[in-house]
Every structure is written in structure tokens, then in C-alpha cells.
């Protein structure tokens, strides 16, 4: 009836309109779409909470299980043996079964089965090879507690959950779009699971978070329990090879090498970072080489490439699962204390198959010894009928059954009449006695378990670590990542030009004047002759208002750049003078910066970076009985406020004119400084260690665990390598003192040093591989620990104390410096420094250094060392010193 009405309907409506015809559907199809939506959801899309397998991962599974012998298999085979389980085509079986053996958990692999790391997609089925691992054939299955189901015709039986006896899920993860809904279960890491995993039956509290096979960095401070509304940020890992050259040794999850590359290269195209070529040598690690142009920083392109191409990105987890044939919604932490629970559950039901197994061997045992011991078999030789066969070994057994555990089944004695003869001749009584007291033992044993469940299954859980966690640490490190700011990385790509009289700023304007350096997402900040400010989106052509005075590109929350005015309020009106700064504002609104008055005017501007007050020289109009037309204004006298301020009176007459008479200096305070250490950076929110305080001539000294030591003037987006092991305020005066393993000559040496040239790295050890540095110290009297190696006859080591300063003065940096023992040294020690007052004032000759002295050979282009021109010896200082 529905479907005529539906026809007349629609003729109806193509009588009115012809093509605008409105057929509407009902009956079948919205029923077979309801039963397709929860087919895909319940059948392809969504993992089981019991297994943590797909429909189509669990009969590849069962597949291999029945088809493993111990040898590799063809996945071509596996894949043709799958289809009698699962209703689609090889192809979605064949790409499921990679997926599940790039994992390296459930699968043995032989044969080209991709890469993850570059992309590389597996060779065709009929090339690879699989067998079940051994990690899984432990834990996976178990078909005496497994529940079994018909296939898809009815013609096969095959699991509706695999007995999985681990937090599969977690360790493997899942991902699928189903029909109204999708789940997103990122990897963990193995051994962590199984710790969690123990805490859990112990009653203690864990968390959980992602550990991805492609290692990089992660934050995970959005984690959200792995459910809807969360999010990790992930990383590559970059570090900077040379000045030149970075260096990308692991890549975020997500991605792989080749679209990392892509990447890269659409930013570079765009503008976004400046790179001279790339080069990839991922072979079984990752190796990505970006070469950078000469004057490019590295840290300011590894910034920008976390803010420009896929070296960063978002995930976003979603927690869903199916259980009981609907899906729910869970966190990572549930999901690990179902799967637990549900391992108990396993093992539970294990140990009593295994104990009734055992009862019943113990059952029969004890009725063959019976019935073997006592000669029952005899009593059978008169019988005629079976019956009597049976009753008369029925009666045999009952003076001797009292201490069995269940009654005597006639099912008992029909296999007590299969006995052979000859295993009755050959009967060893002590021998059936061992096998019974065996028996009985691991019937205890099982019951033991069974009565301490929980202890047995963390004995079981700590197994599988002890067999299967080798190699199986956390690959991705968790880190809490900075907030980069893409206008602060970007390259600054285009030019900026402006018409001051016209009042137009921007790229395409380059007839007129050239402003700066910029790019297509930064802000610029224009003030006008008027007294008006406005901030604007870098574009081609942008009208802000005639008579342009000052264009800048703007930073966001800048509290150093200030800027120093004088205005005329107005036609006639009173000149004031104010210093403010612009730190937030709304884009593309013009703001008034005097009081509004019609034809004010600014009468001097400037901007000043770093707080910068110069003096300036007023000049009046000759007016009346103006007595002082002439006098000078100092900017540090003004208190700088905000740029809604009206500012300060400078003079009630008309002003002729305004000079600068003195450059101004900063009045700002110098900066405070710290290390982040969490994030690896410097900020000036009071996070980490307080460096100390900065001015715009101060530096930062640098030295890492590869001896290379440098000086750097403190910025924001400053990265720094794990090796790094000191970071202080750079004080030129205070001499460093080393001791380093000198890799030739096989011993200790120590050297104290000033820099010379701060813009200059300079590696402070010896150019042989087995060089290394032992210790630093920046202290100004600093003491040293030495223990010796104990020598035969010795109660206990010896140990020396020694003043560093006493025991060398200051050389070179480039300087090998002086050998600092001839024994066995087993450690070296750092103590506290001896006391050391600042000198009133420093002298240029109050320290002498000495660089012509032990300095480090440089090798020749033939590779021959190069001697010093004199040494220690010859010269007459202190030369080699030994203490013993």
C-alpha cells in the first residue's frame, strides 16, 4: 500500500515539476541499511574486547593454527584457507594479515613484508611466507575453554572469541571506520602492559600511554585515558649533525619517510623554511639528511619544521570496543583491567580442566593398580556374557575402592578390560605407585593455584616478560613539547614595501619604499602622522591611512619593544610626550594613540627593540614672552605606560621642531633566564632553573658531552642536544677546567682554558675515536677526587684530593694540556670548590694564557699528525707532571 501511495505521489510531483521528482524509499532498504550499518560495526570495523581482534584478524588466527606444522606457510595459502571462514575477498584478508605481521607479535615472517619506516608496501601473497609465533601460540589459544560457532555456510566451526590470555588490543592497537561510528586504540608497550598489568591484580594504581613502533617523541599531556576528546601530539626527532645539517633519525607515528620528505618539500616551496637539499638513507633505521643553506639557523628550521610539515602532528584516540555485540565506549585503563580479569577468567577455567584431567588420571591409575595388584582380571575367566564380564569385575573392585574420590562407572570398567596382556605381565607395582603419588602432587599443585588465582596469574604475567620482553622496551619517548609560534620560525620569505603618503602597505608595492624582511603569515603594525596605530595581515596591497610614519612587522606579547612619542593634542593644543608598548591588539582595528582631538599630530616617534630612551632637543616657535624656547628631554625620565596613556605635558606653545641629541640607551631590566629541562628550553616564565640575568650583551656557555664547547646569546627558540651537559651564564674571566680521556696515548690529561673566540665551537678533547670527556668544571677554585685502582697487597683503594688550580694554569683552549697521572685511575670524583671572592676590579694581564703551548695536533691533508712547533719540555713550563 506504501509503495502505491509513494508512485501516485511522485507522479504527482513530476507533473508539477519534471526533473525536480521526490521519490521516497521505505520498506526494505531501511531495514537492510540498519542491518548493514551493524553488520560493519559489529562484524569489519570494531575489535572484541575479549580477543581484541577484528572478525577478520581472528580467523586469520584460526587459519594458521590449524594449518601450522612448525613450518612456514605461503600467505597465499593462509589467505585461500581464511576464505572458508570469512565471506569477502583475498585481497582485505591478505592486507589484514601484513598489517598483523608488521607488528611482530602474533606472526613469524619470512620474506619481503614491507616497511613502515619508508612506506614500502609487502610483496604479493604468493612471495611471503608466516607461521604462528611462539608468543602466540602461548597465548592465544586453547580450545578446550574455547566457544565455538558455524562459519558463514554452515560447512566449518570457528571461534566467536580466541582465548587471548594478554592485553592484546592495547599492545597491537586498532583502527576502523565503521558506519556511524570509529575506533582508534593506538599501540602501548609491551612490557609496560604487563606491569599494568600486575599492579592491577595487586590492587595498586597505573597509567597508561601510547609507545608506537616508529619510536619519535610524544606528548601525552591531552592523553584523556586514550578516550573521545583526547589528543598526543607526536614528533620526529631531530638534531643537528653541523651547523649545516640536520639530521632525522625517528619519525612520527602516522607517517613514514617518503611523506615526511613530501612534506618537507611543499613547506620549502611554499616559503615556509629555506632547505638546500634532502637526502634519505633509511635502510633498516631511519636516516634523513636536510643540508641547509649558509646563514640559516638549525634551530630555527627544526622549529619550523614542527610547525610546517608533518615532522609534528595531532592524534586523536577513540576508545571503542564491542562487547556483548555492542559497542562501547572505554579508556585505555579499563580496557586493560577487563582484559586482566578476563586472563584470570582464562587461566581459571585452564586450571580446572587441568585438575579435572588430572583427578580423572589419577582415577583410572589407581583402579589399573587395583585391578592389576589384586588379580581381578581373573575372576573374568568363567564368565560367558559381558554383563557377567562386567558384574564380576564390579564386585572384584568394591573391598578396594573406599579411598577412590568419585563412585566406579561401568565406562570405568570397560577400560579397565581393554588392558593389554602384556602390559599387565610387565606391571611394576612401585612404578604405578610413583606414577599416582605424581599424579596426586600436580593435583595439589593445580588446587594451589586455583586457591592463589591471583598470585598464579602474576606469576604467569611475569613469565611472559621474563620469555618475550627482550627487545620489546619503549621505543617513543615522552616528553612535554614547547609551544612553537609559526611567525617567530617562519622564514621570512617575501619583502615588504610601503607608500607612505598614499598610506598602502605590502608585497606587490615594490616601486616604493622597501621595510623588512617578512612572510605570508605574519602580522605588521603601521603608525600614521595622526596619531593612529593598526595591526594588519601581511597581504599585496593594503590601504591603513595616509601619511604612513613607521612599519614594522609585529610580535605578539612583546614587552621589550617600546615606543617613545611626542603629539600635538590637537589644533593648538598642548604637546605631551609617552612611552608604551603594544603587546594585544585586535587585528585590523584602527587605534587612536592621543586623545582623539581633531588634527592632533605626532611630532616625534621612534621604535625602540630593547627599551631604548634617548634624549632629545625641543626647539620652540619665538612667541610673546616665551623666555626658554630651547631645552633637552630625556625618554628614561618617562614611565612607560600603556598606549591608551595620554602622557606626560612637554609645553603648552607650538613646537618647531625636535631633535635627537643622544642615542638612548636600554632601561630596561636585563632578562631572567631559565631551563626548562622538561622541554629542553630556555623561557622567561620562571620555569626550571634560573640561568641568571641577561642583558643584550650577555651569552650562555654550552658545553657537551663530545667536548665541544660554545658560547650563545640567549633566545627563546634555542634547542639543545640530550648530550648536553653544562648551561650557565657565560662569565668570560672564569677559566674551565677539563680532564679527558686521551684516546692514543692512553691516559688521563687535564687542561684549563679561557674562550677566546666566543662565536667560535671548539672541541676541547683530542680529534682519536677513543677520546671522551671525563669531567667539567666552570668553578673558579675547583677540587677533584681521585680514586686509584688497589694494587696487591692493598687493605683498600687509594684516593687523592687535588686544588685544579694549583695543579695547572691556564693554557690555550686549543692546548692538550697536562698528563694527569701515570696510574690506574677507576673514578674521578667532583667536589665542592674552594672558596673564591669576586677581585674589585679585573685587569687585563692579571691572568696570562698561554696558546702556543701542548697544542692539539692538527692532522695534514695526507693524514700525518702535525707536531707542535716547541713543547712543554722546551720552553721551560710546566710540562708533563705526574703524581706518582
Not at 68 to 77: C, L, P, T, W
Not at 247 to 260: A, D, M, Q, R
Not at 450 to 474: H, M, P, Q, T
Amino acid at each position: 500500500m506504501e509503495e502505491h501511495e509513494d508512485e501516485h505521489l511522485a507522479k504527482e510531483e513530476g507533473q508539477e515539476g519534471q526533473q525536480d521528482a521526490l521519490t521516497r524509499v521505505t520498506g526494505m532498504y531501511k531495514d537492510w541499511f540498519l542491518d548493514y550499518a551493524s553488520y560493519v560495526i559489529l562484524e569489519r570495523a570494531v575489535p572484541a574486547i575479549e580477543d581484541g581482534f577484528k572478525p577478520v584478524q581472528r580467523r586469520i588466527m584460526h587459519s594458521l593454527k590449524e594449518l601450522d606444522d612448525g613450518r612456514y606457510n605461503k600467505v597465499a595459502n593462509v589467505v585461500g584457507h581464511t576464505m572458508q571462514y570469512h565471506p569477502h575477498g583475498d585481497a582485505s584478508i591478505a592486507d589484514a594479515m601484513v598489517q598483523i605481521g608488521q607488528k611482530e607479535l602474533l606472526i613469524d615472517t619470512q620474506g619481503n613484508w614491507g616497511n613502515i619506516l619508508t612506506g614500502d608496501g609487502a610483496a604479493a601473497s604468493r612471495y611471503i611466507e608466516a607461521r604462528l609465533s611462539k608468543f602466540a601460540l602461548e597465548v592465544v589459544f586453547s580450545p578446550k575453554i574455547t566457544d565455538w560457532q558455524s562459519s558463514y555456510d554452515g560447512r566449518k566451526k570457528e571461534p566467536v572469541n580466541l582465548p587471548v590470555k594478554f592485553p592484546l588490543l592495547l599492545a597491537q592497537g586498532a583502527e576502523g571506520i565503521a558506519v556511524g561510528l570509529s575506533t582508534k586504540i593506538l599501540s602501548h608497550n609491551f612490557i609496560e602492559l604487563i606491569d599494568a598489568s600486575i599492579k592491577h591484580l595487586k590492587g595498586q594504581g597505573f597509567k597508561l600511554y601510547p609507545d608506537f613502533p616508529t619510536s619519535g617523541i610524544i606528548d601525552i599531556t591531552n592523553y584523556n585515558d586514550g578516550m573521545r576528546g583526547g589528543k598526543i601530539r607526536v614528533r620526529a626527532r631531530i638534531s643537528q649533525l653541523d651547523k649545516n645539517t640536520l639530521v632525522i633519525n625517528e619519525i612520527p607515528y602516522g607517517t613514514n619517510t617518503s611523506s615526511l620528505i613530501d612534506s618537507i618539500l611543499k613547506a620549502n616551496d611554499k616559503g615556509k623554511i629555506k632547505i638546500k637539499k634532502i637526502e634519505d638513507n633509511t635502510a633498516a633505521e631511519v636516516e634523513i639528511l636536510i643540508h641547509l643553506p649558509s646563514g640559516i639557523s638549525p634551530d630555527k628550521t627544526i622549529d619550523a619544521l614542527y610547525a610546517f610539515t608533518a615532522c609534528e602532528s595531532s592524534i586523536s584516540p577513540l576508545g571503542c570496543i564491542i562487547e556483548d555485540n555492542k559497542p562501547l565506549f572505554i579508556g585505555v585503563q579499563e580496557m586493560l583491567e577487563r582484559s586482566t580479569d578476563y586472563t584470570v577468567e582464562l587461566l581459571k577455567e585452564e586450571l580446572e580442566i587441568q585438575l579435572s584431567e588430572l583427578e580423572e588420571q589419577w582415577h583410572f591409575a589407581s583402579l589399573e593398580r587395583i585391578f592389576i595388584e589384586n588379580r581381578i582380571y581373573r575372576e573374568i575367566e568363567e564368565e560367558e556374557t559381558w554383563e557377567g564380564v562386567i558384574s564380576a569385575i564390579d564386585k572384584g573392585l568394591k573391598p578396594h575402592i573406599q579411598h577412590l574420590k568419585r563412585e566406579v562407572t561401568e565406562e570405568d570398567i570397560v577400560r579397565l578390560t581393554e588392558i593389554r596382556i602384556k602390559r599387565i605381565s610387565k606391571f611394576d607395582i612401585d612404578k604405578a605407585q610413583q606414577l599416582i603419588q605424581s599424579l596426586e602432587d600436580r593435583i595439589a599443585e593445580t588446587k594451589n593455584y586455583l586457591a592463589n588465582l591471583v598470585d598464579y596469574a602474576i606469576d604467569y604475567f611475569k613469565g611472559l616478560k621474563s620469555k618475550y620482553g627482550a627487545g620489546r622496551e619503549r621505543k617513543s619517548e615522552i616528553r612535554i613539547f614547547d609551544e612553537i609560534e609559526a611567525t617567530k620560525v617562519v622564514i621570512r620569505n617575501t619583502k615588504l614595501y610601503v607608500n607612505k603618503e598614499e598610506g598602502f602597505v605590502g608585497t606587490s608595492l615594490k616601486r616604493d619604499e622597501y621595510v623588512t624582511d617578512c612572510s605570508d603569515i605574519d602580522d605588521i603594525i603601521v603608525f600614521t602622522k595622526s596619531g593612529q596605530m593598526m595591526v594588519t595581515k601581511v597581504d599585496a596591497k593594503t590601504f591603513v591611512d595616509k601619511n604612513i610614519i613607521h612599519v614594522a612587522v609585529f610580535k605578539k606579547k612583546d614587552k621589550r619593544t617600546t615606543y617613545n612619542m611626542i603629539y600635538k593634542d590637537g589644533r593648538g593644543g598642548a604637546s605631551y610626550v609617552k612611552r608604551f608598548n603594544v603587546t594585544g591588539i585586535t587585528r585590523d582595528k584602527m587605534y587612536d594613540l592621543t586623545t582623539g582631538k581633531a588634527q592632533s599630530e605626532i611630532l616625534y616617534f621612534t621604535a625602540n627593540p630593547n627599551g631604548e630612551a634617548e634624549v632629545v632637543t625641543i626647539n620652540l616657535r619665538q612667541a610673546g614672552s616665551i623666555k626658554k624656547i630651547k631645552w633637552d628631554l630625556d625618554f628614561s625620565d618617562v614611565i612607560i605606560k600603556g598606549r591608551a596613556s595620554k602622557g606626560n605635558i612637554v609645553t603648552k606653545y607650538p613646537v618647531k621642531r625636535i631633535e635627537l641629541k643622544e642615542k638612548g640607551l636600554s632601561t630596561l631590566k636585563p632578562r631572567k633566564i631559565w631551563f626548562d629541562d622538561t622541554i629542553q628550553r630556555l623561557n622567561v616564565d620562571g620555569r626550571g632553573e634560573l640561568l641568571g640575568e641577561f642583558t643584550s650583551d650577555d651569552r650562555l656557555l654550552i658545553i657537551n658531552q663530545k667536548g665541544v664547547v660554545k658560547t650563545a646569546i640567549p633566545d627563546i627558540i634555542m634547542r639543545f642536544d640530550d648530550d648536553m651537559i653544562v648551561l650557565e651564564k657565560w662569565i668570560p674571566a672564569k677559566p674551565i677546567t677539563a680532564i679527558y680521556w686521551e684516546g692514543e696515548k692512553e691516559l688521563f690529561y687535564i687542561k684549563r682554558f679561557l674562550i677566546e673566540n666566543p662565536d667560535k665551537d671548539e672541541t676541547i678533547i683530542t680529534t682519536h675515536p677513543k677520546s671522551y670527556l671525563e669531567k667539567i668544571f666552570t668553578d673558579h677554585r675547583p677540587m677533584a677526587e681521585l680514586v686509584f685502582a688497589k694494587k696487591r697487597g692493598q687493605e683498600r683503594k687509594d684516593s687523592l684530593q687535588l686544588d685544579l688550580e694549583e695543579f695547572i694554569g691556564i693554557k690555550g683552549i686549543t692546548a692538550m694540556g697536562n698528563q694527569l697521572t701515570k696510574e690506574k685511575v677507576l673514578e674521578i670524583n667532583a667536589m665542592p670548590p674552594l672558596p673564591y671572592e669576586e677581585p674589585e676590579k679585573h685587569e687585563p694581564n692579571d691572568i696570562e694564557v698561554v696558546d702556543e703551548e701542548d697544542v692539539i695536533p692538527t692532522p695534514k691533508k695526507d693524514g700525518a699528525a702535525k707536531s707542535p712547533d716547541k713543547t712543554d719540555e722546551e720552553d721551560g713550563s710546566e710540562g708533563q707532571i705526574t703524581l706518582f
